[in-house]
């Protein structure tokens, strides 16, 4: 039988490591290694920075990206329950009158519009709820004819031709008219 030689040369690495574990040391390095490493930042609750073009908070621990809409969802958001009485905010009624007033329906609302009755001032507040109701109303026709009279109709047909539809100005005309007449029969009643 002839002997076995060992015909791998070890590297010094390979021998620190070995040391390393005879020593019972197991997170010692063998190696040093060069390169390019992110410099950290610790950042706590409430920090805002920018990183890669973009600004970041942290909020309730966790990294949220800051947008332009952050106020637009903040506006939109309901609670679970409401911030005056902390009930619940379950009901169509309560989300709504949340929109409108910042609070519940019932027992908040109801309670408000008692005590404004109470005062006599119930009729009051009515009147300027129905008078905000009839201007968004008005806005929005008015809105809608401008859009129809200035926007140019074209249309791609089956077999590939653009038609542009002009709209008539005497219908325009007739349209704006209209619309004059009833915004101001509006106005009347508000």
């Not at 620190?16 to 190696?31: P, Y």
């Not at 989300?95 to 019932?106: A, N, P, Q, V, W």
């Not at 609302?109 to 009515?126: F, I, P, S």
């Amino acid at each position: 039988m002839s002997e076995s030689l060992l015909k791998k040369e070890f590297k010094q690495s390979d021998v620190q490591r070995v040391r390393n574990l005879v020593n019972k040391d197991f997170t010692a390095k063998t190696k040093s290694q060069t390169g390019y490493q992110k410099a950290y930042q610790r950042h706590e609750e409430g920090d805002v920075w920018e990183e890669s073009g973009k600004v970041w908070t942290i909020k309730n621990g966790i990294k949220q990206n800051v947008t332009k809409l952050d106020a637009a969802k903040k506006a939109i958001r309901i609670p679970l329950s409401c911030p005056r009485c902390g009930g619940t905010m379950k009901h169509h009624l309560a989300k709504k009158m949340y929109k409108i007033h910042g609070f519940c329906f019932d027992p908040c609302t109801v309670e408000m519009e008692a005590d404004l009755r109470k005062v006599g001032l119930y009729e009051e507040y009515e009147k300027k709820m129905m008078q905000g109701n009839i201007r968004a109303f008005a806005s929005d026709i008015e809105q809608w004819v401008d859009d129809f009279v200035n926007t140019e109709m074209s249309f791609v047909t089956e077999s590939g031709d653009i038609e542009d539809w002009k709209s008539n100005d005497n219908v325009n005309k007739r349209v704006i008219d209209n619309l004059k007449i009833y915004l101001g029969h509006l106005k009347d009643h508000m």
